[in-house]
């Protein structure tokens, strides 16, 4: 094992020192693949020099999500002590179901997901766990109101008209749940949202006083802290006083911008977040944590048990039932995603947890005045939201991104909100510095102005 981790050092050494010079790896096209790095298996074994080298050209081939020209989807930067204690879990490899197998682990996991409760302002009676992803934890969510509307759906399946609510701007994976829960896609309600992508609550409470005289039941209202394109953020207070109304379930999917709640300056942007049943954040985004690292926490632990628990004898042997995460869990075997939290957290504080939230908004904030003060450019996006969205010189947006990709210049992707493309900056990686985003604007109008802009001049030839 000393040998490998000596060899996982050289290659890691080498991988940070090359990050610096080259930030974008080589564009490498899907038909060139397989003959520009050796991927391929065979039946004799390396020698270890050969071996060596094929998992150093791999990592160099492979795009680098940590460095200043990442920009692309909702994750970027590399922290190290979360890195560290992804590392740690690795090589211990717990499974998380239960005390005898993850002990102290389970501890870490606990008290994260307490930690987050606490500062949410919930009692002993909250609790929460980890999932593979946003998309898992808003599952966990639409089960939860499944059952809670209907105590005997577990065993009988759905039978009555159940219907799902969220705004049009919302993740992919609420149609997805629905049809995983047997509530089904054509039981989702895309509820119409305003200029700035929050949910129209209006039209929202009209639509569950409509179902409900068609019989239907109205079972989960899913809002958004931070909509994966504009990074909007619904209202939370008003959208609880129709769920209390009609007795719906409130869940807050706050994948993408959730981690709010750790920050004095913009928890306003989930305000009433202690009033809903469910809320996730996935700690791989805002708080930049390596991949995945999701958690759901619940107002009332009842509920986890009810939907997740079954007995299993030859698993849970020993303990307290609240040590035995299993017990709560969409999985059996599960990998330890909360110590890499933990360790960020530990190392730098909650107060560490706020710099790197309000830093992104920072960020932001430089990237929309940089547009604001540029006639080249058109906003689509608001303020106190880390998705920068915009045009330039109105060249089309999806050509803009792929040409920069296919050139190894930047990474950034294109969104598309009522009819409108335009490039998504996201200010996602608090490692970021002001001049890494002049840069990424700067890399970008060179590039597009050598290659792209139709030059008047030209015109005339
Ligand atoms: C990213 C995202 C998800 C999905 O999370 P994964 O971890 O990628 O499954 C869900 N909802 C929103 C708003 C997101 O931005």
Same mark, same amino acid.
């Given at each position: 094992?000393?040998?490998?981790?000596? =060899?996982?050092?050289?290659?890691?050494?080498?991988?940070?020192?090359?990050?610096?010079?080259?930030?974008?790896?080589?564009?490498?096209?899907?038909?060139?693949?397989?003959?520009?790095?050796?991927?391929?298996?065979?039946?004799?074994?390396?020698?270890?020099?050969?071996?060596?080298?094929?998992?150093?050209?791999?990592?160099?081939?492979?795009?680098?999500?940590?460095?200043?020209?990442?920009?692309?989807?909702?994750?970027?930067? *590399?922290?190290?002590?979360?890195?560290?204690?992804?590392?740690?879990?690795?090589?211990?490899?717990?499974?998380?179901?239960?005390?005898?197998?993850?002990?102290?682990?389970?501890?870490?996991?606990?008290?994260?997901?307490?930690?987050?409760?606490?500062?949410?302002?919930?009692?002993?009676?909250?609790?929460?766990?980890?999932?593979?992803?946003?998309?898992?934890?808003?599952?966990?969510?639409?089960?939860?109101?499944?059952?809670?509307?209907?105590?005997?759906?577990?065993?009988?399946?759905?039978?009555?008209?159940?219907?799902?609510?969220?705004?049009?701007?919302?993740?992919?994976?609420?149609?997805? !749940?629905?049809?995983?829960?047997?509530?089904? *896609?054509?039981?989702?309600?895309?509820?119409?949202?305003?200029?700035?992508?929050?949910?129209?609550?209006?039209?929202?409470?009209?639509?569950?006083?409509?179902?409900?005289?068609?019989?239907?039941?109205?079972?989960?209202?899913?809002?958004?802290?931070?909509?994966?394109?504009?990074?909007?953020?619904?209202?939370?207070?008003?959208?609880? !006083?129709?769920?209390?109304?009609?007795?719906?379930? =409130?869940?807050?999917?706050?994948?993408?911008?959730?981690?709010?709640?750790?920050? *004095?300056?913009?928890?306003?942007?989930?305000?009433?977040?202690?009033?809903?049943?469910?809320?996730?954040?996935?700690?791989?985004?805002?708080?930049?944590?390596?991949?995945?690292?999701?958690?759901?926490?619940?107002?009332?632990?009842?509920?986890?048990?009810?939907?997740?628990?079954?007995?299993?004898?030859?698993?849970?042997?020993?303990?307290?039932?609240?040590?035995?995460?299993?017990?709560?869990?969409?999985?059996?075997?599960?990998?330890?995603?909360?110590?890499?939290?933990?360790?960020?957290?530990?190392?730098?504080?909650?107060?560490?947890?706020?710099?790197?939230?309000?830093?992104?908004?920072?960020?932001?904030?430089?990237?929309?005045?940089?547009?604001?003060?540029?006639?080249?450019?058109?906003?689509?996006?608001?303020?106190?939201?880390?998705?920068?969205?915009?045009?330039?010189?109105?060249?089309?947006?999806?050509?803009?991104?792929?040409?920069?990709?296919?050139?190894?210049?930047?990474?950034?992707?294109?969104?598309?909100?009522?009819?409108?493309?335009?490039?998504?900056?996201?200010?996602?990686?608090?490692? !970021?510095?002001?001049?890494?985003?002049?840069?990424?604007?700067?890399?970008?109008?060179?590039?597009?102005?050598?290659?792209?802009?139709?030059?008047?001049?030209?015109?005339?030839?």
């Amino acid at each position: 094992m000393q040998k490998t981790l000596e =060899l996982f050092q050289r290659i890691s050494t080498n991988l940070l020192e090359q990050e610096k010079g080259n930030p974008t790896s080589e564009y490498i096209s899907t038909e060139k693949l397989y003959e520009t790095i050796d991927l391929g298996l065979k039946e004799d074994p390396l020698s270890e020099e050969e071996f060596e080298a094929a998992l150093q050209d791999l990592v160099f081939a492979t795009p680098k999500t940590g460095t200043s020209t990442f920009f692309n989807q909702l994750f970027g930067g *590399r922290n190290e002590k979360a890195v560290l204690g992804d590392l740690l879990a690795v090589l211990l490899n717990n499974s998380m179901y239960t005390y005898k197998v993850a002990g102290a682990q389970v501890g870490v996991e606990k008290s994260v997901l307490s930690e987050v409760c606490k500062i949410i302002g919930w009692d002993e009676n909250a609790d929460g766990t980890f999932a593979s992803g946003g998309s898992m934890t808003n599952l966990m969510s639409m089960i939860m109101a499944r059952d809670a509307v209907a105590e005997t759906v577990k065993n009988t399946g759905v039978q009555g008209k159940m219907m799902v609510y969220t705004s049009a701007d919302s993740h992919y994976s609420i149609p997805k !749940n629905a049809s995983f829960c047997g509530i089904g *896609r054509n039981q989702v309600r895309y509820i119409k949202t305003n200029r700035k992508g929050q949910i129209n609550v209006l039209d929202l409470a009209r639509q569950v006083e409509e179902d409900i005289q068609q019989g239907f039941t109205p079972t989960l209202v899913n809002l958004t802290a931070g909509t994966t394109v504009l990074g909007a953020f619904d209202d939370v207070r008003a959208v609880k !006083n129709i769920c209390s109304k009609y007795n719906i379930w =409130l869940h807050l999917d706050g994948a993408y911008c959730g981690a709010v709640l750790l920050s *004095r300056k913009y928890r306003h942007l989930i305000d009433g977040v202690e009033l809903v049943d469910s809320f996730s954040f996935n700690a791989h985004k805002m708080i930049g944590t390596p991949l995945t690292c999701s958690l759901i926490v619940v107002k009332n632990k009842k509920h986890l048990f009810d939907s997740f628990s079954n007995e299993a004898n030859y698993l849970y042997q020993a303990e307290d039932d609240h040590f035995n995460l299993g017990k709560t869990s969409m999985q059996c075997g599960r990998r330890n995603d909360a110590l890499k939290f933990w360790t960020l957290w530990k190392s730098v504080g909650t107060l560490g947890l706020e710099k790197i939230v309000d830093k992104q908004f920072e960020l932001a904030d430089y990237a929309r005045t940089y547009i604001e003060n540029n006639e080249n450019y058109t906003l689509h996006s608001y303020e106190e939201s880390i998705s920068v969205c915009f045009n330039y010189k109105g060249v089309s947006a999806k050509k803009i991104c792929t040409a920069l990709y296919e050139n190894s210049e930047l990474l950034v992707g294109f969104g598309n909100v009522k009819n409108q493309k335009f490039v998504r900056l996201v200010t996602i990686n608090a490692q !970021n510095s002001k001049d890494d985003i002049l840069n990424f604007f700067k890399t970008m109008e060179v590039f597009v102005d050598h290659n792209m802009v139709v030059k008047k001049e030209a015109q005339f030839i």
